[in-house]
């Protein structure tokens, strides 16, 4: 649909573009990234044939643009620059109906159902016929760029080439704009190529990224190959991560500020910990990273309390979350702020020890029922089991893990326990073979992200061993503990 070969150019001496290709098929959406200044709206003129490229050339449809005619082109292409002269008077109907002026056949044509038909279409995918009588300039900016974005798509071409479409929007009205010109991409093979200073935004909605730099492309490709941290980084000069988007396949960046904190020490120390009658609490006057399998906040986060209650054997599970949501904002907790267990084992019988290591102390709490122990290769062929009883762990860590070593920690932290149930000789009632932890085990790891980074948390790591052993210390306690309670 669109070739761009070998294009330089700039303005009178000034060179800005240097030897840009590139190619977007019919029915592709591509965005265009680059910092401030790079070229990005100077390669949409040369585009859009406002402007002259020194070298190279531009084909749309195999033909080049400096072929077509005006009105041949404005068929084919629909240009919405960034900036909008809002000065002239006009109502909202007759701005989006200068879309229709390439479909004209004469200076004194008739308007036909047609362009009334796309006029209105275009009004109402934007969300702009309610003021379709309202005099321009009295609208909003964000109302007035959708009234701009509905004249684009009025001129009905096939080709569209927007300049921070979204520029002056709030997050609806992105979203709406952005859904509505996918639809077109998708379902009517609309061809987009637009500029975006939003790099969420772009990876999100469209096929293929051209990142630019100082007037050059320096990566070309699908989101997921050009969106990589360094790569970013580099060409905007900037501390950012990439993280993977909660539904769709495409990476979102997160900036990481160099903020400047004050230089208090983030310390755990036992004092943190309390074993109540009904719970064990863990507070700090500070958010620790936390992953974990918890029934209130499991995750990825960032969060400043802990709790694991003690209900009932007969507590009734349906209503689970929103039973402990009241449970929490009844005892004070933040539910924003909180990471939330439960177990059906009295709390008060919790085994909480602490381990020293050269990167700082790591707190181990267990409690532990294993009434319902099982062994997880022999559960395939059941469909639930009568007995009741949780193993519920948290690691605190003094440290700095990686999103890898946290992931690790949780897998040497369950082999832990296992080997536990092994040594305490905790057997699957139903299949009679050693039990490997219960249905409803929950694990946690907070670690305060002070200090030198561990990139790793296997068994043979410094913070893996200390997790290691930790956990199986205290398991073995928290069994003993709850068979002591049980011969009572
Ligand atoms: N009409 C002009 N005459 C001379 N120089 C210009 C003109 N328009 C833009 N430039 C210069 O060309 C360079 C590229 O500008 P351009 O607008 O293409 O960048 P951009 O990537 O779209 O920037 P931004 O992200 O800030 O919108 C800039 O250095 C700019 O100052």
Known sequence: MLKVQNVSGGYGSTPILADISFEVEKGKMLGIL??????????????SGIMKPSTGTVYVDGKEIKNYSSKQLAKKMTVLPQLHATAFSNTVRD?????????????????????????????????????EKAQLEYLSGGEQQRVFIAQALAQSSNLLLLDEPTNHLDIAHQKQILDMIRKEVTEHDLTVVSVFHD??????????????EDGKVRANGVPHEVLIDDRI???????????????????????????????????????????????????????????????????LGWYSNFINRTVNQDYNIDQVKEEFLGYLIEK?????????????????????????????????????????????????????????????????IN??????????????????????????????????????GT????????????????????????????IGKGVFEATLEAIQNYRKGELQ
């Open 34 to 47: 680059g910092p401030n200044g790079c070229g990005k709206s100077t390669l949409l003129k040369v585009i």
């Open 95 to 131: 701005t989006v109906s200068l879309g229709r002026y390439p479909h004209q056949s004469g200076f004194f044509s008739s308007w036909k159902t047609e362009d009334e038909q796309a006029v209105v279409k275009a009004m109402d995918q934007t969300g702009v016929r309610k003021f």
């Open 199 to 212: 790099i969420n935004l772009a990876s999100l909605y469209c096929d293929e990224i051209l990142l630019m």
């Open 233 to 299: 980084m580099d060409v905007y000069n900037a501390r950012i991560s990439m993280q993977a988007h909660p539904e769709q396949p495409k990476p979102q960046m997160t900036i990481l500020p160099d903020l400047i904190e004050l230089a208090k020490e983030k310390l755990i120390t036992a004092k943190n910990f309390k074993i109540k009658d009904e719970y064990v609490e863990f507070k700090s006057d500070f958010p620790l990273r936390v992953l974990s399998s918890a029934v209130h906040n499991a995750g």
């Open 332 to 396: 004070g907790f933040a539910p924003t702020n909180t990471v939330g267990m439960m177990t059906a084992v009295d709390t008060r019988n919790a085994i909480i020890k602490q381990y020293e290591a050269t990167f700082g102390d790591v707190f181990v709490i267990v409690t532990a029922g294993i009434g319902n122990a099982m062994d997880v290769s022999r559960t395939f062929d059941r469909e639930h089991n009568d007995y009741i009883g949780t193993i519920n762990t948290w690691i605190v």
């Open 399 to 436: 440290g700095k893990l990686s999103d890898e070593a946290f992931v690790q920690g949780m897998m040497t932290a369950t082999e832990a326990k296992t080997k536990a149930l092994h040594h305490e000789k905790v057997y699957d009632k139903i299949s009679n073979t050693v039990a490997t």
């Open 439 to 466: 249905p409803t085990d929950s694990l946690l790891i907070a670690a305060t992200q002070q200090g030198e980074l561990m990139q790793y948390g296997g068994p043979i790591t410094e913070v893996g061993k200390v």
